[in-house]
């Protein structure tokens, strides 16, 4: 069965630190892989996604991620955490019928 | 910009009410869904609809029901509202094309208490 697993309820980090949120999937065939953000009292925004075209997604915000078919991972980074990037974050996946599997969520917190 | 709408950001009900939470979205998109979203749980699929008067069962249908009478718009029902479906509720519609791996859009969710 599909599933998405989050490494991490929650993540601390400094303002200008790097943000790694990690990211890992199971399923039986290569799945279209999706990042959103959460920001408080909102619905999920699409931050990327990977759609086999390239393994380097880059996104919104300066995010970025990776796909990693050997570890089964898409983990989402940013060189540089800002104040505003403080949210939820949802890793999803979809192997091309009509659900998507969502991850439990990380929840980024950006200390001044 | 694509848009999909909710029509309350807050709603407070009596155990026992009818509930309606109501949804439409202006980007002629196929596919519509519901979840609720509680804390440490994630988003859980309650029900989908791929096509007008279509709609599937998610992974937690019960206590629940749903309406789709045209393409645009997407009904959630609470037919006797209970305290356990306090919760924030997320409408999304997606476009059915697998090569875009279908990204869902979100609304900005009505939290729901019910006492």
């Known amino acids: 069965a599909q599933s998405v697993t989050q490494l991490g309820s929650h993540v601390s980090v400094s303002e200008g630190a790097l943000v790694l949120l990690r990211c890992n999937y199971s399923?039986?065939?290569?799945?279209?892989l999706f990042w959103y953000v959460q920001y408080p009292n909102q619905g999920l925004q699409l931050l990327l996604k990977?759609?086999?075209?390239?393994?380097l997604v880059k996104g919104i915000n300066g995010f970025e991620a990776e796909f990693k078919k050997s570890e089964t991972s898409f983990h989402l980074t940013k060189p540089s955490a800002h104040m505003s990037d403080a949210a939820e974050y949802f890793c999803?996946?979809?192997?091309?019928?009509?659900?998507?599997?969502f991850g439990a969520g990380t929840r980024l917190f950006v200390k001044a | 910009d694509v848009k999909v709408t909710q029509s309350s950001r807050y709603l407070v009900k009596r155990t026992g009410e009818k509930v309606f939470l109501e949804c439409v979205q202006d980007?002629?998109?196929?596919?519509m869904f519901w979840y609720r979203q509680d804390p440490g749980l994630g988003l859980r699929l309650i029900y989908f609809?791929?096509?007008?008067?279509?709609?599937e069962k998610g992974d937690i249908p019960e206590g629940y029901s749903v309406s789709r009478e045209k393409k645009e718009r997407f009904s959630l029902i609470l037919e006797s509202a209970s305290t356990n479906q306090t919760s924030m509720y997320l409408c999304?519609?997606?476009?059915?094309?697998?090569?875009?791996?279908?990204?869902?859009?979100f609304g900005d969710g009505t939290r729901l208490s019910i006492l």
């Open positions: 990977y759609t086999s075209a390239a393994t």
């Open positions: 609809s791929y096509d007008v008067k279509m709609k």
């Open positions: 980007m002629d998109h196929e596919n």
């Open positions: 399923s039986s065939v290569p799945p279209y």
């Open positions: 999304a519609s997606s476009s059915p094309n697998r090569e875009q791996g279908q990204p869902q859009h």
């Open positions: 999803a996946a979809n192997t091309g019928g009509f659900k998507t599997i």
